[in-house]
């Protein structure tokens, strides 16, 4: 483990203890996170002793799934399910792709981020594999660009009322709800409002907060804090393909003095 791994994992330890962080999130989506360097995030997770949530690429993308199982994770979340049949088809292939035994230590949820996926999920609900599903995400950011708003919208009364009327079906359910998508100090009056009765978590690009705790005292600093991880994080992805990239200069080097000539002699091609 590396200097700046060494430090995400002090920084995970101190989010923790001092505010209410539950674990860590990474993407097959949109951050096409590659399988090394999740491996190397599971460490840190694991050094942290923190879970590790997965977004996979799609509700049926059974070769992530099978990735999940080989890294070990404790939640998988599918992004844009807009429609009971593409929840339909994540769930059936959760079963297909983690055996019973195991599905019993990882939480399956979904992304809710469209006004179309708002709106169809009560037929969401009435699914009779929906007692396999353990919760939803709110993706703010997505949903305002869904009803013809603005980023900055994200905090809305608007947005507020379509978050707390699909929690407040969720729990009907039981099930546990987030919150993602921009989320900044702003965004802390639009959590508490919604209380802890519709919120359990939020979510920032990395890093997941447990309510009520995570919003009582300097819940700002805490996500300041996140952000620092994400850095921390970046800065290490950035390094390691560095180092990779370089590995082979000093062999090009050498080989190109010695034989562009002759190659270029011989007809062939070195560049």
């Given at each position: 483990m590396?200097?700046?791994?060494?430090?995400?994992?002090?920084?995970?330890?101190?989010?923790?203890?001092?505010?209410?962080?539950?674990?860590?999130?990474?993407?097959?989506?949109?951050?096409?996170?590659?399988?090394?360097?999740?491996?190397?995030?599971?460490?840190?997770?694991?050094?942290?002793?923190?879970?590790?949530?997965?977004?996979?690429?799609?509700?049926?993308?059974?070769?992530?799934?099978?990735?999940?199982?080989?890294?070990?994770?404790?939640?998988?979340?599918?992004?844009?399910?807009?429609?009971?049949?593409?929840?339909?088809?994540?769930?059936?292939?959760?079963?297909?792709?983690?055996?019973?035994?195991?599905r019993k230590d990882i939480s399956f949820a979904v992304n809710i981020e469209t006004i179309s996926a708002c709106r169809a999920f009560e037929e969401m609900l009435a699914l009779n594999q929906i007692a396999s599903l353990d919760g939803i995400v709110m993706g703010r950011v997505d949903l305002t660009g869904s009803i013809k708003l603005g980023r900055d919208d994200i905090n809305s009364p608007q947005v507020f009322e379509i978050t707390k009327e699909l929690f407040s079906k969720a729990k009907i359910r039981s099930m546990e709800t987030a919150i993602g998508g921009g989320v900044s100090a702003h965004s802390l009056p639009f959590f508490r409002d919604l209380g802890p009765a519709l919120l359990d978590r939020y979510e920032t690009r990395k890093v997941i907060f447990s309510c009520p705790g995570a919003l009582v005292g300097n819940a700002a600093g805490a996500i300041l804090k996140a952000v620092g991880f994400e850095l921390l994080w970046l800065k290490n992805k950035r390094d390691f393909y560095r180092l990779i990239a370089a590995e082979d200069e000093q062999r090009i080097a050498m080989l190109e003095s010695r034989y562009s000539g002759a190659i270029a002699k011989a007809g062939g091609a070195y560049a």
């Open positions: 590396n200097l700046l791994e060494k430090r995400m994992v002090d920084t995970l330890k101190d989010l923790k203890e001092n505010h209410s962080v539950v674990g860590v999130k990474a993407e097959f989506e949109a951050e096409g996170t590659r399988l090394e360097e999740m491996l190397r995030l599971k460490e840190v997770c694991m050094r942290a002793d923190l879970g590790l949530t997965i977004k996979i690429g799609g509700c049926e993308a059974i070769r992530d799934m099978y990735e999940c199982r080989v890294i070990g994770i404790e939640r998988v979340v599918a992004p844009m399910v807009e429609s009971a049949y593409a929840l339909k088809k994540f769930l059936a292939a959760t079963h297909l792709a983690f055996p019973e035994d195991e």
